[in-house]
């Protein structure tokens, strides 16, 4: 065999990979500048890339994987070993269900991008930025219905008013977790620290969290740490005391809430290039402003992390662009006139069950 048909022999391997990942659920198009390939290449090997093609977006025991692959004449035990390798570089995902492993085909995000928090290096996230530049690929990305994160409001935005449901409230939330909560550095911050760009909203890293099986798959990597519900709600409180977005899984059993920022976070700094994101977004509030109320003082307009508002100076008045709003609360909170109130939305969402039937439900409707 020649170096020419070795070099082409992995190609295809890669190719066949980003091709069955795209008939998962969530979208992982090919791309004129190849950068797709090269992204891959950096978090599996050859022989791991093959194993990936007998795993899908579902969650399942070794054995029914194993009834799939055994055809490629690999082991059990060799199956395993690979499969645990991947669990270890954050590539793929696990579970324990009834005492047995289960193994999960990752989407690149929310996915094996985020499983590599805490091992980022320069080579990998310029692909990164190259295919996440691309209009193919972020079509692909936003075209997931229903969208894969909503935006939970953050506390002293909410009133009685409001008739919040439990799943878009965060103590809720947090204080029904079942299983551990890992709190871990955010990935966002990492990729722009290590581009010179250290974010401008805070200088924690520490500041997003996953809960339950999504959270062991971090900590038995030695990724983040273990906390209780109490310390969890009040690292949430100094994220919104400092403006942070909160960002939850779009399921009412949630698996993490990261607390986002305009300038660092890839979903929030592609929102703000887009003239109308409320088209995919999920939130169930948007910010309103009193008119009568309001002095122009721009508080809102420095807070907000989406660009959502700006300041009319003809009438010396904030205004909300009702497209770009992601009911943050972050405006109501810091305004000194009390001016800006949440509106709950005409036709409130209700997010999937669990993780399993938002992919099952995106799938469906790919």
Known sequence: MTIEQVISDEDQIYRDLQ?????????YPALKSGAEIRV????????????????????????????????SGISKNDLETILEKMVLKGAIGHREKDGKSQYQCWGFAIGFYEGQVSQLTPEFLQDVQEMADDPV???????????????????????????ISTYDELENLIMNIEG????????????????????????????????????????TRGKG???????????????????????????IETEFIC?????????????????????FWVNNFHAEIDSDLCVGCQTCVERCQVGAIKFKKSKNLSIINLKKCIGCGNCVAVCPEE?????????????????????DEIKSNR
């Open 19 to 27: 091709v069955h990942l795209d008939n998962q659920a969530l979208a």
């Open 40 to 71: 891959l290449k950096h978090i599996f090997d050859p022989e791991e890339a093959k194993i990936i093609l007998y795993l899908t977006y579902k969650f399942e025991d070794l054995d029914v994987i194993f009834e799939r692959a055994k055809e």
């Open 137 to 163: 690929f972020g079509l692909g990305f936003v075209s997931a219905k229903p969208f894969q994160v909503r935006t939970i409001p953050i506390e002293k935005s909410v009133t009685s008013e409001n008739k």
């Open 339 to 359: 001016a800006i109130t949440l509106v709950k939305v005409e036709n409130e969402i209700i997010p999937p069950q669990n993780i399993d039937d938002l992919y």
């Open 180 to 219: 551990p909560i890992g709190v871990v550095e955010c990935i966002c911050r990492q990729a722009k620290q290590i581009a010179g760009e250290p974010c401008k909203v805070t200088s924690r890293l520490e500041t997003c969290m996953a809960f339950g099986d999504f959270a062991k798959t971090f900590l």
């Open 225 to 251: 740490r273990e906390i209780s519900k109490e310390e969890a709600l009040k690292i949430y409180r100094k994220n919104q005391e400092e403006g942070l977005v909160l960002n939850s899984s779009n399921a």
């Open 259 to 279: 607390s986002c920022c305009g300038c660092c976070c890839g979903l929030l700094s592609a929102h703000q290039l887009m003239p109308d994101p409320s088209s």
